[in-house]
């Protein structure tokens, strides 16, 4: 078989080595970039993780601490009242709805509160004492999602809007202790929105 001179040329032999050596060159360089970016991005993540671990819980979730005076029954009374007059799904604008009451006795409330645009479900709970004339109260909301982690307040903002929407945070005696170690994004909470 005889080669025609147009189908094999020297020069298209050495430009197509050439290419190849580009083509190695460009692969060892592009993934050598790859490489660099990866590392970058699993610092940044790992960073930024790390922060989040450190200043909130590992879960979306809220502990809240409150004291009243007097007897826990109107306490009670006033946040299963709440739970009931927000279960509609009439939102206005904010999350003060769907919230639905799991079980209520005269020591323990627990509920669950769907949010009005994904309908995710976050469950919460009051447990409620009384010492000395003062009723003690811990409440504890956490998202139902296994994945979340952060939640613009939103764990917060179940617990302290029954609370303020019963009027609780008027009553006598009435305090509130919580933090961003046990309360997800709490300092950056808006509860007008959430």
């Known amino acids: ?21 580009c083509n190695k060159r460009c692969r060892t360089l592009c993934g050598l970039s790859c490489f660099l970016f990866l590392v970058i991005f699993v610092i940044v993540v790992g960073s930024y993780m790390l922060y989040v671990f450190e200043t909130y ?19 009670a009374n006033k946040i299963e009242h709440q739970i009931k007059t927000w279960s509609s799904s009439m939102c206005n604008g904010t999350q003060k709805c769907m919230y639905e009451l799991v079980f209520a006795n005269q020591s323990l409330i627990e509920g669950i509160h769907r949010t009005p ?7 919460f709970a009051f447990n409620l004492a009384e010492q000395n004339n003062t ?4 409440g504890r909301s956490s998202s139902n999602l296994w994945f979340a982690v952060l939640d613009f307040g939103t764990n ?39």
């Not at 078989?1 to 050596?21: E, G, I, T």
């Not at 879960?59 to 005076?69: E, L, M, P």
């Open 1 to 21: 078989m005889k080669l025609s001179s147009s189908s094999y040329s020297p020069l298209s032999s050495d430009r197509h080595r050439r290419h190849r050596c």
């Open 57 to 75: 819980p590992a879960h979306a979730s809220c502990d809240i601490k409150w004291t009243f005076n007097g007897s826990c029954i109107p306490v």
């Open 117 to 123: 645009k994904f309908h995710f479900i976050d469950s």
């Open 135 to 138: 009723c003690f109260a811990e």
């Open 156 to 194: 917060y903002c179940n617990l302290h809007n029954l609370i303020t929407g019963s009027a609780l945070d008027k009553a006598s005696g009435y305090s509130e202790t919580t933090s961003n170690a046990i309360c997800t994004q709490y300092s950056s909470h808006n509860c007008l929105v959430y």
